[in-house]
């Protein structure tokens, strides 16, 4: 059974960082894209960043670039994402994804690239 299964998240103060590990089961990732996407109450998940199979290209949402920083490492089957200057905006669920189906780069920003997602994994950001 293949499982995406987010942690690291938590409540931090404004300014403050976390790290998010999003660690896969079932199978190898390898050569799939991966992202993270959030979602906070009363609206849309939305992209927040995404990196190649092989983790040479990453791409980033406006709203958390400078500031977020997604990695891989393929031999532990595991994406993380590094949220340094949270904001009070940053509060939502935020979830890993996966694509295997080789969709073009560019659709990876939208959800329905991925056909596999984890679980979430709440992130609270007090002012």
């Known amino acids: 059974q293949v499982q995406l299964v987010e942690s690291g998240g938590g409540l931090v103060q404004a300014g403050g960082s976390l790290r998010l590990s999003c660690a896969a089961s079932?199978?190898?990732?390898?050569?799939?894209?991966m992202g993270w996407f959030r979602q906070a109450p009363g609206k849309e998940r939305e992209f927040v960043a995404l990196?190649?199979?092989?983790?040479?290209?990453?791409y980033y949402a406006d709203s958390v670039k400078g500031r977020f920083t997604i990695s891989r490492d393929n031999a532990k089957n595991t994406v993380y994402l590094q949220m340094n200057s949270l904001k009070p905006e940053d509060t939502a669920v935020y979830y890993c994804?996966?694509?295997?189906?080789?969709?073009?780069?560019?659709?990876?920003?939208?959800?329905?690239?991925?056909?596999?997602w984890g679980q979430g994994t709440q992130v609270t950001v007090s002012s």
């Open positions: 994804a996966a694509d295997t189906d080789g969709s073009t780069w560019y659709t990876l920003r939208g959800t329905s690239a991925y056909d596999y």
């Open positions: 079932g199978r190898t990732f390898s050569r799939s894209p």
């Open positions: 990196i190649s199979g092989r983790g040479d290209n990453t």
